[in-house]
Every structure is written in structure tokens, then in C-alpha cells.
């Protein structure tokens, strides 16, 4: 039997596994009937990989994670990943972070910085009559395609400001839903943001004492998940009654990243692994810590005593023959509108060298409700994708 072979004949294999494992757990969750049904290591125990050499493991489990690149294929990592311990623990060691790889393979990636070398280039969806947007990453170079679900967004207006809860998943948006990571706030006037992590973004990071993150610890979440309201960055727009000042004009101080990380070899914090979770809290979502990339994490907690990372937006330039205010956005932006911008390191940060200069994240229009988000190192894609719900919302003072 060929390689190649081998891993065809694994995939199908642990294919039937995951499968029947899912079956098994939503007839449990349903409590449907009470029939005995075997676990992933049961199920495994009874398969002929049960007693493959621990080598030859591991070299078809890594060759399978080279091999599929992108999604849809990538889905086969996670569904190795999901069989038992020593699959997940292999999984782990293979898999590495955005940063390094450029991939978004499991949930925790996308609380971890993108890539050094390019960007990811996603899509949003607005549903205007729900009030949500939903962040897809792009399958293929079109502006848009099915795309692969990545974060969800629903926006809730309070008397005094606005929030968009943010979850991993498409249905449940909830502040008391195992998948809400995190949240975007506003003030009244639309004027200023900030964003909340429901999770610790480094060592150290210290929660918000606000009413809500004490409703949401006492009352709505299970004590497995620590929710709380830890501030990773604060978004202000500048006041522009009526656009007398031209375009919008935005800063993004990014409480959770030092100013170093834009320069060459700076480092951002990296989250490894969701608080308290596991394959066993968790069973539908596989939420995995990746240690490849060889992150250096001691250096996380002295976040807050470095100087803060500032972004601000480009300014466009006005095109005489056209009329307007324009900005490169090298074919990824379709449609003129106020809410496309592109976020660069400010000259605040203190580095003045083409770091500056380049695109960290960059949203536009091409559709009525069909917005591009590309993103890259030091942010996540929570934290672009938060950013990027920023400009969606109404601003009375800014326009």
C-alpha cells in the first residue's frame, strides 16, 4: 500500500469516527433514549489505528495537516484533532499559529495575531433586518465566495449606548452562551468604542469592573467560563459635524499590544488556549492550544507597562477628475462609501520607519450588504473584526 494511500484510508476511517461520535452526542443531548454509545477512544480501540506505531502516527497525522491547506479540505485536521487525546495532542504540536502559517484552523486562532508575511483577506455580511454581520474568510481570490463561517455580530441598542456582542457562533449570540468571546461598546454619540475580550488577553490583564461583566460572572455563565470584560482597545472618531473636516478620521489604541510589536522582531501577546476548556467541557467545539510557533509568553504580562500600539486611518487623497477622496485599496474595495478605511501604525508610536507605512487592516464596500476585511500582524480577527463593526454604527457627530 502506497502513502498516499495510507492517508486516504485514515481519513475515511476517522471520518466514520467523527461522525458516529456526533450522532452518539446529540442523541444524548436530546435525551432521547438512554442506549449505550461509544466515546471517540472507544471508537478508536476498535479501529485498526488503534495499534499503529506511535511514529507512524504522527508523520500520516502531519502529512495530513501539510496537505490541507485551506478550507474546506482544512476541516480534516480538525476532525483529526477531535478523535482521541493522542490524535489532539499530535494535532496540537502540528498545527501552527496564524502568525507563522497564515492558517485559521481552530477557534483560538482567531484570537491570535495574523500574519507577518501577507494578510487574510475575509468578508462580512450585514443583515440589516436582524442587526447582525457575520465574518467569513474567502475560500478563493474573488472578492467574495461561500466563504468558511468564522465570527458572528449582534448589535443590541441600550438608552445610552450600543453594544455587537461577538460569538463564535452563527445562532447564538448570547452573553450567557459558552461561544461569546467578546463585545464592542459605544457611546451615545457614536463618537467612541471599546473593546471588550471575555477572556484574559495576556497575563495579568485586569477585567473591567463594569455592572454587566458582574451580571454575566454571577448569572448567566457556567463557572467553567471566566467571562469577563477585559479591554483590548479603545476607537475614537474624531468630531466632524456634517463632514465640514473631509473623511472620517479614526484611532485604534490597542491597549493589549506594545507599540514594539510593528517593528522588526516585536513581539504581540498571543492567547494559547481558551480558559478552562477543553474537548471534554466542549465536545461540539474543539478549542486547542498550538505550541509550534514557539511563542514567548513570559514577556506577556508586561504588556501594560509598554508604551500602547496606535493605529490610525490613511488619509485618502482627493482625485480631481473624479471628485472624491480615494485610496488604494489594490482591488479589494468596489464601492465608494464613507465607512471604508484603511488602519496604519501612527507616527505617535515613535518608530518613523516603513513599519509605518504598511496596511495592519483595511475594510471596504463591494456590495449593498457585502463588506471586505483584510487583516494582518499584530491584530487578531476578533480584534479587526471589532474594529471594523466600529464603523457600521451610527455616528450623530461624525458625519
Known sequence: MS????????????????????RSRSHRSGNASRAATAEPSEAMDQSCWAQLPPELLREVLVRIEAS????????????CAGVCRTWRGIMKEAVRVPEVSGKLTFPISLKQPGPRDGTLKCFIRRNR??????????????LTDDGKFLLAARKCRKPTCTDYLISLDKIDMSKGSSTYIGKLRSNFLGTKFTVY???????????SKSRSARVIGLNQVSPRIPAGNYPVSHISYELNVLGSRGPRRMNCVMDSIPASAVEEGGKAPTQIEFPLSSLDSFPSIPFFRSKSARIDTTSQSS???????????????WHEQLQCWCLNFRGRVTVASVKNFQLVASDDNGSGNQENDKVILQFGKIGKDLFTMD???PISAFQAFAICLSSFDTKIACE
Not at 433586518?129 to 474573488?142: D, H, M, P, R, V
Open 303 to 317: 504588556t501594560q507597562k509598554e508604551e500602547r500600539l496606535v493605529l490610525k486611518n490613511k488619509s485618502p487623497r
Open 68 to 79: 490541507e491547506s485551506w478550507w474546506p479540505a482544512r476541516k480534516d485536521v480538525v476532525s
Open 197 to 207: 475580550d471575555a477572556h484574559p488577553p495576556y497575563d495579568g490583564a485586569v477585567v
Open 3 to 22: 502513502f498516499r494511500s495510507l492517508i486516504q484510508d485514515m481519513r475515511d476511517e476517522f471520518g466514520s469516527i467523527s461522525r458516529h461520535t456526533l
Open 375 to 377: 487583516y494582518r500582524y
Open 129 to 142: 433586518t436582524t442587526q447582525t454581520y457575520y465574518l467569513y474568510i474567502g475560500l478563493t481570490e474573488a
